[in-house]
């Protein structure tokens, strides 16, 4: 996959920032660095969210860590140029390589993620042993349980113009945690979002349903990297018998469990964060 990157370099707060986007292959993907003289961190976003959930993150660790963030195709401002709507495994798996040649990314990295973000950090550790020191993987399990099969089932079934009822179902099923204004935010979104990214949205989750569980899609057992798994106590589509499982698969891997919180734990809770006081830990001033 060839690929292109265009930037731009600014100040806030004292600090520099790096707001470009990268043309590869099929996929326009837009990204930005919060640059430091610290650790390298890169953050994979869940499904239809957008680098903008990773607000908070932002605030406690830069300028920390150096923190690169970035849309994948069909979330924010990430673009399917040509080609099919769907995004693969795979060319998911090479757009995070393509971020981390353009953007300088470390052999040392931390990949934080969320949700299907971890499904693609395992798919990247898993085949590139040597290039990540540390994943740190926020709800994730192997497989879709109950809940989540008939969510999507009956988000499937919605009609494409009734986007109300699409952001309440998703809301009922797995976000009643959230604040009522991420509640509303995500109401929006599902208003605003296009067709295109619409129907991205319906055939990823079609794929999660035909996946019986990742262990048929990554090989865990040749990821080397130590491994965290972020589970909220509350979240309703992924069993914590299935993170035990999915840890079980995993060399070196430790689960962490936030109390209270369910699947969208990054913004149910303004302490979540909290929890990664052992693996990120912020140097005294």
């Known amino acids: 996959m060839s690929s292109k990157s265009n930037f731009t370099k600014y100040m806030r707060g004292g600090a520099a920032i790096v707001k470009g986007a990268i043309e590869s292959g099929r996929f326009l993907i837009p990204y930005r660095i919060y640059e430091s003289d ?17 607000h908070t993150f932002i605030l406690r660790y830069a300028p920390h860590y150096r923190i690169v963030l970035f849309d994948f195709p069909n979330e924010g401002k990430g673009k399917v140029v040509s080609g099919p709507v769907f995004v693969t495994l795979d060319e998911q798996v090479e757009i995070l390589r393509e971020v981390i040649k353009a953007t300088g990314v470390n052999r040392g990295v931390t990949i934080c993620s969320a949700s299907w973000g971890g499904i693609v950090a395992l798919a990247f550790a898993s085949r590139f042993h040597n290039e990540v020191k540390r994943l740190c993987l926020a709800s994730l399990g192997t497989k879709a349980n109950d809940k989540m099969v008939e969510t999507i089932k009956r988000g499937s079934q919605i009609d494409s113009s ?41 055939e990823h989750g079609l794929f ?23 589970h909220g106590e509350n979240d309703t589509i992924i069993d914590p018998d299935d993170v035990k ?41």
Request: a positive charge.
């Open 162 to 202: 009734d986007r109300q009822k699409m952001a309440d179902t998703l809301i009922e099923s797995f976000g009643q945690n959230l604040p009522e204004i991420i509640k509303n935010k995500i109401v929006k979104q599902f208003h605003a979002m296009s067709e295109e990214n619409l129907r991205a949205f319906y």
């Open 38 to 54: 610290g650790p390298h961190v890169i953050c994979l976003n869940g499904v239809q969210q957008s680098m903008a959930m990773w």
């Open 245 to 285: 499982f999915l840890a079980s698969q995993i060399n070196q891997c430790e689960i962490k469990t936030i109390k209270g919180a369910g699947h969208f734990l990054h913004l149910e809770q303004d302490g979540a964060f909290d929890i990664y006081k052992d693996i990120l830990s912020i140097p005294p001033r």
């Open 208 to 230: 999660v349903i035909s996946t019986k569980k990742i262990g048929d899609l990554i090989k865990l057992s040749q990821i080397t990297a130590k491994t965290f798994l972020i």
